[in-house]
């Protein structure tokens, strides 16, 4: 890892609450929900596009976790965002992400540059997963998921016994905890009101574990059971619910379009901080 990425990715997580910072989604995929397909002939170009935007840190995926998604083998996925991964490692002043559940595709990643991973399964998935970050000092995101939905369920709850288990995992591998950004994971394994309860929750797991928390919401589908919106015009709903969770504690925030959260984001934080705490 360049030891100005190294720099950064420290300031990312140990400044998140002060700075509020976005990560930029670019996906290299032909099947992704929100914009599959749109970036696969000239990924680096966008994501030199977002980092210019002021994108604090760019995550990059080569498969989609929709619901209904396809496994890709790891050695496909590789093959999908190794240009962008190395070109855009090698270039940007900002750390990559890569956003996987393979620590094999992680491995890869992270040889290549990358600094951080974001694990939708929480290391709790693929079992070599914590070991292989730590090894490369990376950074992690360990995102909340569950096999099925249970209507019936504490979601936050649930939420914090997951994250136990995994932060244990994280640190008998050997992972830095000052490293680590917990995510509730909207849009996985939970009905429509325990989307909008895990938003809510953020402040338990803020309690619970006194690490961000990064909210990944943008344009999900729980959004447009709100306003009945398609996806591709839930620009203004994805800011609105990013900003409620802002208000609820989360402190960095995965979005698709990264200049619109940045202004929202500069000016909430100004009114919500100008009147003390919430």
């Known amino acids: 890892m360049r030891p100005d990425i190294a720099a950064r990715l420290d300031a990312l997580f140990r400044d998140a609450d002060a700075d509020w910072p976005v990560m930029g ?6 099947d992704s929900f929100s914009d599959g397909g749109r970036h ?29 998604f396809t ?15 190395e070109a855009l490692a090698a270039s940007l002043p900002v750390p990559v992400s890569v956003d996987t559940t393979k620590a094999a595709v992680a491995r890869r ?3 290549a540059g990358a600094a951080v991973v974001n694990d939708v399964w929480g290391f709790l998935g693929d079992p070599a997963m914590a070991e292989t970050v730590a090894e490369a000092g990376a950074g992690a995101v360990l995102m909340h ?7 019936a369920l504490d979601i936050v709850g649930d939420m914090l016994g997951f994250f136990e288990r ?31 309860e895990a938003i809510r929750g ?10 961000p928390v990064l909210v990944g919401l943008s344009k999900k589908r729980f959004l447009g059971h709100i306003t009945g919106a398609p996806v591709e015009r839930r620009g203004v709903e994805t800011v609105a619910a990013n900003l409620a969770a802002a208000a609820a504690g989360a402190s960095i925030f995965r979005v698709h379009d990264v200049a619109e959260h940045v202004a929202a984001l500069k000016v909430f934080r100004a009114v919500h901080r100008a009147g003390g705490p919430a």
């Open 25 to 30: 989604i670019l996906n290299v995929t032909p």
């Open 40 to 68: 696969d002939a000239a990924p680096v170009a966008r994501g030199e596009a977002l980092a210019s935007e002021g994108a604090a840190v760019l995550d990059i995926g080569g498969e989609s976790t929709r619901p209904g």
């Open 71 to 85: 496994p890709v083998p790891a050695e496909e996925e590789w093959r999908r965002i190794a240009p962008a991964v």
């Open 109 to 111: 990643a992270l040889a």
């Open 145 to 151: 998921n569950r096999d099925g939905i249970d209507p």
């Open 166 to 196: 995994a932060l244990r995992h994280a640190e008998s591998a050997g992972v830095a905890r000052a490293r680590i950004a917990l995510d509730p994971g909207i849009g996985f394994g939970k009905t429509q009101a325990q989307q909008v």
């Open 202 to 211: 953020v402040g338990r797991l803020r309690a619970a574990f006194g690490l």
